[in-house]
């Protein structure tokens, strides 16, 4: 059945892989975004589909639509970005999820919050399951996005009891994949682009805190399963791969891949940087019957590949 679908930050990386793949499901898509740290080109291809439509607003005012669902995943995700306006960015996952799920209630549409791991802070336990309720800084430089997230999951399930609300909350670790954004930061998108620009990788601390990634196409299929689960289950629940790399593996494989002559330096660690990260995804297999299929390898690739065309794209 065709649905109506509002996707808030949807010309960012998760958000667009998540609007082409509804579409091609069949579904009506509305596209919000203000572009904050999205671009019209990351669904330039999918404005000619008559099913689509985009607009550009700031989800931190109210926005006044009739949809079947939200997808709620607008907020900037890497450090550079949320740290750039801290303000702003507890804004956007506060005031932004306050009018979210007002639109969500007046209209009686099911919505889906985009979660973080970075709601369990620096954990004390690992890995991480859905009853650990975290270790959070709440006056550091990574608060106004990890604070923000953590408030925005208490609205919804505030809503949820409040006003009977169907709601359903993912909490989304390391996602990488095509259409990351170039300069954000990110680990992932950080070495492949040292790499084929053949500069040094940085390495923050000793390269051996651990991370778990998960490629995107993985991600968009469990955020859909959860939405279209029965309105009982409403999370949290953890998406992510729980197979764990540590930063100096991760940034070996790179070069190895890339071909690249690049050296890994080391720089010192930023503040509250979690040293291990991996989800416990016993919940999301037993409920959603889901589990990554991509491996690191595979999805390594294909990004390897968009990174590739990006920077000769952007040198011609
Ligand atoms: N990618 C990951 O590894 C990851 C991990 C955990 C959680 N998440 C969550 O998933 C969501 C999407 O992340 P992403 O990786 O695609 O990041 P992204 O920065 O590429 O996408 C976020 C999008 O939201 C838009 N946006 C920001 N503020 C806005 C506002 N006030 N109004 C309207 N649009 C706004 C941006 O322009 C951008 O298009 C975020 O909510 C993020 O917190 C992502």
Not at 30 to 42: A, E, I, P, R, S
Not at 179 to 188: E, K, L, S
Not at 277 to 284: F, N, Q, V
Request: glycine share 6%; with cysteine; aromatic share 8%.
């Amino acid at each position: 059945m065709q649905k109506r679908i509002l996707i808030t930050g949807g010309a960012g990386f998760l958000g667009s892989h998540l609007c082409e793949r509804l579409l091609k499901d069949g579904h009506e898509l509305l596209c919000v975004d203000n572009c904050f740290t999205g671009t019209k080109q990351n669904i330039i291809h999918l404005m000619t589909n008559p099913n689509f439509e985009f607009i550009r607003h700031d989800v931190t005012f109210p926005l006044y639509l009739e949809v079947d669902e939200i997808y709620n995943l607008a907020c900037p995700a890497s450090p550079v970005h949320y740290q750039h306006d801290p303000v702003q960015t507890t804004k956007t996952t506060v005031h932004g999820a306050i009018n979210m799920l007002g639109l969500a209630k007046r209209i009686k549409a099911k919505i889906l919050q985009a979660s973080t791991s970075e709601v369990y802070g620096d954990p004390s336990i690992h890995p991480q399951p859905e009853t650990y309720w975290g270790n959070v800084n709440p006056i550091g430089i990574r608060s106004c996005y990890d604070e923000g997230k953590r408030c925005a999951e208490t609205l919804f399930f505030d809503y949820h009891r409040q006003h009977n609300l169907r709601i359903k909350v993912a909490r989304i670790f390391n996602t990488y994949g095509p259409r990351m954004h170039p300069d954000d930061g990110r680990v992932v998108s950080n070495f492949i682009v040292q790499a084929l620009k053949n500069i040094p990788l940085t390495v923050y601390g000793d390269g051996s805190q651990t991370r778990s990634f998960c490629y995107v196409d993985d991600l968009v299929e469990v955020l859909i399963r959860l939405m279209e689960s029965p309105d009982t289950f409403i999370g949290p629940v953890n998406t992510g791969n729980p197979v764990e790399f540590t930063i100096l593996e991760l940034a070996q494989k790179v070069i190895d891949m890339t071909g690249s002559k690049s050296e890994i330096i080391f720089k010192p660690l930023p503040n509250d940087d979690p040293k291990q990260r991996k989800p416990d995804i016993t919940l999301a297999k037993k409920e959603l019957g889901w589990e990554p299929k991509i491996k690191l390898n595979e999805g390594l690739k294909k990004t390897v590949e968009y990174f590739d065309n990006l920077l000769k794209a952007n040198r011609d």
